[in-house]
């Protein structure tokens, strides 16, 4: 008898050993919330699970996993980053009179290895708030050309942030062969840190392959290898308001902004005049314009290129965001351009007023 109890007994612990291994468990408490009521469980910017604290402003997450995860316990306005592993049971203490970079984590390794660099993480979102919040003060009542001076102050103040970061970041990476390193390049804007993705995604090839989230990112990082600078510009098919076909390689021999936009588009408007200017200045000196337009509506869009008088080419296939150059160019907001050189290789992207003037007047001579 003895013998079938300790037998079931044996049965029952390997069963739930093998359920730990297939989930964790992030369990903890947060001093003085004050208000706040609720912790939330994010990976990414998904929202994974939320619950109110328990007694004493504890809390518990059971969540299944086949592989590590990088995720994010959100309390209030603060933010504490980790890495999750099957079977880990991981315990986390924070005060929120306190730093919301000096908190304690135990039951995983991951976790603790990433604690410096989500002190990095943290400043730069701080960073990035805080000028976002004095942007919008000064810009509340300011006119267009005084909003797009300021638009391209600001950039350039974070852009040196950003740089910096990124710097740490590839460090950071460098000494860490593992998914910590991973989660630090996986923080970075392709925007500013283009290069430094792709090279991190080129050195991992054939690391982390059992990993969806890697293999995720290295997916993505193809794409937008696609699209970096230096590769040549993907070949663009579509058709002018008089329905008359262009095609983008047929600018070959030229720099070529092309330049997607629409009428509905505000801050497209608002560079229109930034554009006619350049193309009046440096047209006759081997510099055109492709503007592929995202309306749907050919009235609107006929329209807005005679009032905002752009006398280049201009096409577009009516699809909006269903246009497959959605897709090929990676356009993700309006406005979004790339600038060509005369063999059609991308020299630049994504630069407007005061950015894309001194960029042309480097360039062409």
């Known amino acids: 008898m003895k013998k079938a109890i300790y037998l079931a ?16 468990t992030i369990e903890g408490k947060i001093e003085n919330p004050g208000n706040i009521k609720v912790i939330s469980l ?49 315990s986390f203490q924070a005060d ?8 304690h984590i135990e039951g995983s390794e991951l976790s603790k290895t990433i604690q410096p660099f ?25 006119t267009a050309d005084e909003i797009e001076k300021l638009r391209a102050a600001y ?7 950003l740089r910096a970061y990124t710097a740490k970041a590839v460090e950071f990476s460098n000494k860490h062969n593992d998914l910590a390193g991973f989660y630090a390049i996986s923080t970075l804007d392709p925007e500013v840190a283009e290069a430094e993705i792709i090279a991190y995604a080129d ?25 970096a600078i230096g590769q040549p510009a993907p070949e663009l098919v579509s058709f002018t308001p008089s329905n008359k076909e262009v095609r983008l390689s047929s600018y070959k021999g030229k720099y070529t902004l092309v330049d997607f936009w629409a009428s509905w588009c505000m801050p497209c408007r ?22 592929v337009s995202f309306d749907d509506n050919p009235g609107s869009w006929m329209r807005a290129i005679a009032d905002d008088k752009l006398d280049w080419t201009h096409v577009s296939d009516l699809k909006a965001w269903s246009s497959p150059v959605v897709v090929e160019y990676r356009v993700k907001a309006l406005p979004t351009s790339y600038i060509l050189d005369p063999n059609g290789v991308i020299i630049a992207k994504n630069l407007r007023g005061e950015e894309l003037a001194a960029f042309l007047k480097k360039t062409i001579k």
């Open 9 to 24: 007994l044996g049965v029952v612990g390997l069963m739930f050993s093998c359920q730990n291994k297939e989930q964790f």
């Open 42 to 90: 994010y990976e990414g910017d998904n929202k994974l699970d939320s619950m109110f604290f328990g007694d004493n402003n504890k809390f518990q997450f059971v969540r299944p996993a086949s592989q590590s995860r990088l995720l994010s316990l959100r309390v209030g306005k603060n933010r504490y980053d980790l890495i999750a592993t099957p079977g880990e049971t991981i």
């Open 96 to 103: 929120l009179h306190k730093d919301v970079n000096d908190y």
């Open 118 to 142: 989500a002190k990095e993480r943290n400043r730069r979102d701080y960073i990035q708030d805080s000028l976002q919040t004095v942007f919008s003060k000064l810009t509340a009542n300011s």
């Open 155 to 161: 950039k350039a103040k974070f852009a040196d942030e």
């Open 203 to 227: 050195k991992i090839k054939d690391q982390f392959t059992e990993n969806r989230y890697v293999s995720q990112f290295k997916e993505e990082t193809q794409k937008l290898k696609k699209m």
């Open 270 to 291: 608002q560079e229109n005049p930034n554009l006619v200017k350049l193309y009046n200045t440096y047209h006759n000196k081997g510099f055109d314009i492709l503007s």
